[in-house]
């Protein structure tokens, strides 16, 4: 999805297509100084290497971008390819290294194209959960004498958010991953002062969760069970075909529905893979529950929905109102982003309505402050 | 559903059954101070004469309530089943005749059973649409005269809401009829200060478009096309199978989707009569939409709810707040009830979660002008 | 779906693809000599005038037809443009010259190709039912001195029948129109001694149907109900939009239901146009049926389909095997090509597995005769 | 389901219901001399010792049998609850012991009741497969050997299968657990000159999936996935939420599709336990299939059914058929009643028309063999 984001802010910047699909291209938010999408400038660690003009055209194929777009934005193609190396994760002799080579990657970026902020935006495959709480995770001081003695044991994804904080980056984690979750690089977001967020982009399935869960809540009628199939191709699909992967998936997804609903539905989400769905997802959801004098009635949906679209706009709005926190001396987690994530930091509030209400209040409040 | 809501309030009465489904029994309307529901009393006018302890067994042969209850209320069944009348409509020599009728029924009830406030609320079979604009209906003075040379020509549900105000009681429409919604029964309300609500309960389908049409909204998603098709049987089924009549539901159904996403949607709803589904209702819905860089995408649902279920805790509801504003000295439309309608009265908000802490609010405040 | 066929044809003898969705394709015709989907020759009358490569590209835009294919195969389009004409019954002065004309056409094609026989399809839109007989459609005398005195009143699909069997070329009718269903044509087809078959190209929500209801039927489980909604986009979905058209396609729809499991059935078809869906087709059916001891259940499906992909090939494999017939020498109706259609020719056997049964045994039988 | 089987029997007796769901009773079996319904007499080994018109009560509270019904054949129940017995299986001394107990019973109900043939019908909870081939099941000899030193491993399906067969019992499975799936069995049954069926009686998805899978064949479509997600609740849903139960399960479920439609379909099938579903199932279907010109299209069904209403009337139909089976002296496993099966013996052919068919010219011949 991060070919599809540099794509379509490419678009953007041309007049080639319209925003939609970006939340902080509504008008609520316009009146709130976010740079423009047109503005934004890409680059990255990929681990294949494909070529990225190459990877634009296989979202032709998949149908997921329309035929042509490639071409026209080329040029701008070609800079973002200028700005992607592959990850030094693989090569270096130790996390250490490793995290300092990214983040002096990350200072080297905002140097040549002269940036007031770079966000760290985690793009990549689902993670298996850590198992337990290791004791070099639990503060900052245990984690850089770890990292001294090549023990820090850091999943990528941490690893990550450690170089973006080192070099004074916010990191935004759309995966179910670690990422930032660990006391020891709470207390470096605080030390740097720059703010994160997180995690799992809330894109399709959880969304619609996210607006039926409290509809039976308001109307009093209680769920007993809520049933998710998720059917999905491509990577993703693969990666989540992993039991472990797909168990930080699963747990992420599922988070919302018990906090919503409360623990007695009975409540489970499967996610299986289909090859040939490439980059588009079905998800079932199949819901019994309970209404007057004991009533029992059910609500299906079938969502069939391109990730990466879903996702790619997203990501823009991320960058957007992460940067505009960290122009305004925001840090730590932002919970106020808890609209675009699954699994959101720092709130139990998963409803999709209140959930905008107060990200527009934010949104606003960051603009007066920065200026 | 009058008779699941009066069997429901009698078996809550008797600790039977939990307030499932009830919106006024949420901890949000704790502090509310409305009427028991065991202490509302029923009663109504009916075009069968078949008896309530009868009807009550045939919704355990339709499956809406479960077997034995009917037995253990009786008594409770018993006392309402007094309180039935056939409707003067039919009898009365015109439709001056009628509504002083209707009105002394109401007053008797009222005195009869010692009651503060008596609501009525109409669940009468959906009648066709008024076909234009009639003069006699657009002054309090031009219908007095007209009902005394008998051209009043009021639809029923409009007889009965003149015939309400008459006897200064509330009146809550849960169908598409005309209702109050005629300039001269607004100045009647007025003149005896009495409040009104409607039009048109939101049961099912158009309860899930009021979720799910915000959060296409909210995520900048572009919906092409709604398509919603309901299949319906037993005599509400048989009734929207008149195409006259069926326009009313859908003119009310459809108003939603286009004060809330524009008149660019392709939105249509269909009514279709299967007979076998007695009491139970089928929505199929099917969306389009468009995300970012013009990716086409689909969600569908299908709804199978039990209609008289849905509808008769939504009754009781009504019946408490719109009382509790009578007591309160509100008069005229209240539109802070537009949680509960397909096309309510008085606002173009159909988002559910605005409606609802509208709704919060607004009951909070009624009961402190009442206290 | 002319172009995809034609396209498809071109595709074909360049070996680019396979014949997948072509019936006459499968080993069980591998012994049947039918004419080589390569040696098929195209051409036709068309109401537009835009050229048939920019057809072509509009069904790439449309993703039924992967991008790059027309350009691969553009000496076959442009040799497929030069047998395309305005069809003469929009200039012609009356009827009886339209029929010559047409005829004159296709006289003129086989001469100058070389053909062997000329099959014609119908594949153009809907027309609306004949309202009634009309007396000069009985008898092939009438039907002449109607056409002498310009009163035959023949709608378009039986005016091109006409010119076929005059021509003496088989006629198949892929839609629901009256076509050659007139005795007099009848009376015609025999006099030329030449094939015909119809009517309406089965492909999507009557294939599905064509399976399940013997499903229920053969385990004994009575249907109750089976509503179906189509939703349609597109030309055909605008054409559909007219009531009386849309009545043509219905009752093609109904009559397999009725025929299969009986009349007790509440069966409904619905048809509803949503213009984005363009060449795509979304059928949702609802189906309550009763199993052992009065028990009831309930099937949908949804199927999500591609009209011109599924038709086309249906239309080259009717091509291939009415000119088999034709050269074998066959004449009237060809109640064993059932298989293909919704409301099939001289046959009541609506099971597809049947109906496959018996396409194969008379395929092979045909093929032994011409030899 | 036994008690559905049981009490439908007695329902069918008295008249009070028609035996919808009963395929032997369909007119193509008129003339084949099968035991009345009526004729048919129940006994059986139960786990837990709930008596079985308490069992009838639980169907009516889970909607599965009308109220009322099981009092108006409340002495049908009581006679066949005198031949209800617990298992030896979990008091016998050993297996040997076991399956003598076993086939003592077998002989004692048919002696008592005066019986022609007793057919024994495992309808209990699936088992895991068998992990390997052991030594002892490959011939009889071995078998019986390994019973009497107490060695024998066989499965509680495959003792009942021994136990019939050494009663001179036809023996039918009608779950996926290993039954008479044993070389030593099939001796045994020819020894004792008996007849057997099974495996995994088809009553839902797998049925819908045995007339579409040929559908899409037949039409030279190219199925690409077919993902099958099945929610049920009961003691079943609880059973098959044991991974190796459910993979007994599963096996049998995925052979139909494999074997109609070839290995290139990436084909999964997921079970899910929802409790409060009770004896309901519902089955989610999304195939995705490739038609002319790589077009990519999609089908879905969703089944609702009652898995005992479904179950119970092939239990009686098998009983019916494998009793004239065994009077005409067949023995072995029969191929022919792969009708009813997800799994069945000896034959690859799934397609529900040609197995149909195979059927009702089977029934006629073992009809005219007997007489």
Redesign the interface.
């Known amino acids: 999805m991060g070919t599809?984001a540099t794509?379509?802010a490419a678009?953007m910047r041309a007049g080639l297509?319209a925003?939609?699909?970006?939340?902080t291209?509504?008008p609520d938010f316009a009146s709130v100084p976010l740079t423009e999408f047109g503005d934004l400038v890409f680059g990255g660690h990929e681990l294949v290497d494909t070529p990225l003009l190459k990877r634009a055209e296989q979202l032709?194929?998949a149908?997921?971008?329309?035929?042509g777009?490639p071409a026209l934005v080329e040029r701008d193609l070609r800079a973002a390819e200028e700005e992607i190396r592959p990850s030094p994760l693989a090569t270096a002799p130790d996390q250490r290294t490793a995290v300092e080579q990214v983040a002096a990657h990350l200072a080297g970026f905002r140097h040549r194209n002269g940036l007031d902020t770079v966000v760290v935006v985690n793009v990549s495959s689902t993670e298996a959960p850590l198992p337990y709480e290791l004791p070099q995770h639990t503060t900052l001081d245990a984690l850089r004498h770890a990292l001294g003695t090549d023990t820090a044991e850091l999943p990528p994804s941490s690893l990550y958010a450690m170089a973006a904080f080192t070099a004074g980056c916010p990191y935004v984690d759309f995966t179910p991953s670690t990422g930032a979750r660990l006391p020891a690089l709470a207390e470096l977001a605080e030390e740097r002062r720059v703010p994160y967020a997180g995690h799992d982009g809330k894109t399709g399935e959880t969304?619609?969760k996210?607006?039926?869960a409290?509809?039976f809540a308001?109307?009093?009628?209680?769920p007993?069970?809520w049933?998710g199939?998720n059917?999905l191709g491509g990577g993703d699909g693969a990666t989540l075909a992993e039991p472990d992967r797909a168990d930080s998936k699963i747990r992420s997804k599922r988070r919302m529905l018990a906090e919503t609903l409360g623990e007695d539905v009975?409540d489970?989400v499967?996610i299986?893979h289909?090859?040939?769905?490439g980059d588009w997802k079905?998800a079932?959801d199949?819901v019994?529950f309970?209404?007057?004098?004991?009533?029992?009635?059910?609500?299906?949906?079938?969502?069939?929905?391109?990730d990466s679209?879903?996702a790619?706009?997203l990501v823009l709005d991320l960058a957007r109102l992460t940067a505009a926190a960290h122009r305004a001396g925001l840090h730590g987690p932002l919970a106020e982003l808890a609209?675009f994530f699954k699994d959101p930091l720092g709130t139990r509030e998963h409803?999709?309505?209140?959930q905008?209400d107060t990200l527009v209040t934010w949104a606003h409040s960051v603009s007066s402050a920065a200026s």
């Open positions: 599809t794509l379509g678009a297509v925003p939609t699909g970006c939340v291209a509504r032709v194929d149908r997921v971008v329309p035929p777009l969304l619609v996210s607006v039926l409290p509809m308001r109307r009093a009628l209680r007993l069970s049933s199939t059917l009975h489970a499967h299986h289909v090859p040939d769905l079905t079932w199949h019994t309970e209404g007057f004098l004991g009533a029992r009635m059910t609500l299906q949906f079938t969502w069939q929905g391109c679209a879903l790619a706009p609209f409803g999709l309505e209140r905008y």
